[in-house]
C-alpha cells in the first residue's frame, strides 16, 4: 500500500527533534511521498532543505495568509523567482482566512490573487487554505480562472464540493475527519467523487481524534485513510490507490 500526504509542514521546527524518526515511522506505514507547502518567505531556503535531505519529499511554495505580518509585496516577485528556479510541485500554502482575528481581508486577498495568478502562468496546481472562506475562495478561483489545486482540509459543504470539482479543484481531507461529531464533513467526504479527494494530515497541526491534543505526524494519515473507507463502504487498499493515483495526477508526481 502506498500512500501519500498531500499537505504535511514535515520542515517546520516541531520535527527538528525527531525529524528522521518521524520520517521513518511514515515509511513504515506505508507514506512514501508527502507535498510539503510553505508558510512564509523566510522559510522556503529550510523547506527546500529538508525536501532535498528525505526522499519523496516535495515542496510547494507559496505565502499562508495566517502569516500575513511575514509577508511583503517583494515576496511575491521572490516567489516568481524561486518557482522558476526550483519548478515546485505545487504554489502554496496560499488561500483566505477569515476565522482569526485581525487578518487584513484586503491584504489577504492580493497576496492570493497574485499567487493565483503565478499558478495559472506557470501551469502549477494551488494548495489553498480556506477557512470561513469558502464562497470567497470559489470567487477568486472563478475570477482568475484556468486553475486546479486542492482546498486543504475541506470545511464546506456539498454544493461547495461540487462547485470546485467543476472548477477543477480536489478536497484534502485529513484529521477533522476522524471526529464523530463532524457529521457535515462526514456527509461530505462520503458523497464526493472518488477522484476528487486526496488525503493529508497538515502535520504538526489537526491531529487525529486518538491524538488529540498532541503533535501530528504523517504516519497518522492511516488513520485517516481507515476512517475514509469506513465512511465510503470502500476496502482501504482501494481508497489508498485511488487517492494515491489522485495526488500523482494532480502534482505530477513519479510514484513508482
Same mark, same amino acid.
Given at each position: ?101 485581525? #487578518? ?21 496546481? #494551488? ?43 480536489? #478536497? ?26 486526496? #488525503? ?57
Amino acid at each position: 500500500m502506498q500512500l501519500v500526504d498531500s499537505h504535511s509542514h514535515f520542515d517546520v521546527a516541531e520535527f527538528d527533534i525527531d525529524r528522521k524518526d518521524a520520517y521513518a515511522r511514515a515509511l513504515f506505514a506505508g507514506i512514501k511521498v508527502q507535498i510539503v507547502p510553505a508558510i512564509d518567505a523566510a522559510g522556503w531556503p529550510k523547506l527546500k532543505q529538508v525536501c532535498a535531505k528525505f526522499a519523496g519529499l516535495y515542496p510547494a511554495y507559496g505565502l499562508h495568509p495566517m502569516f500575513l505580518e511575514a509577508h511583503r509585496a517583494a515576496h511575491l516577485d521572490a516567489l516568481r523567482l524561486w518557482i522558476e528556479r526550483e519548478r515546485p510541485v505545487a504554489i502554496g500554502e496560499c488561500g483566505l482566512d477569515f476565522f482569526v482575528e485581525g #487578518l487584513d481581508a484586503d491584504a489577504q486577498q492580493r497576496y492570493f490573487d497574485a499567487q493565483l495568478k503565478l499558478a495559472r502562468e506557470f501551469d502549477l496546481p #494551488l494548495i489553498i487554505h480556506a477557512r470561513r472562506a469558502v464562497e470567497a475562495v470559489i470567487a477568486s478561483i472563478r475570477k482568475i480562472g484556468n486553475l486546479r489545486g486542492v482546498i486543504h482540509s475541506f470545511p464546506g459543504s456539498k454544493v461547495q464540493a461540487e462547485q470546485l470539482n467543476e472548477l477543477g479543484f480536489m #478536497l484534502g481531507i485529513g484529521g477533522p475527519v476522524t471526529y464523530e461529531r463532524a457529521n457535515r464533513l462526514r456527509s461530505v467526504v462520503a458523497a464526493i467523487p472518488l477522484d476528487q479527494l486526496l #488525503l493529508e494530515t497538515d502535520s504538526p497541526d489537526q491531529p487525529n481524534s486518538s491524538h488529540r491534543g498532541q503533535r501530528n505526524e504523517p504516519a497518522n494519515i492511516v488513520e485517516v485513510l481507515d476512517v475514509i473507507a469506513g465512511l465510503r463502504g470502500m476496502r482501504r487498499d482501494d481508497l489508498a490507490a485511488a487517492t494515491t493515483a489522485n495526488a500523482e495526477r494532480l502534482f505530477d508526481l513519479p510514484i513508482e
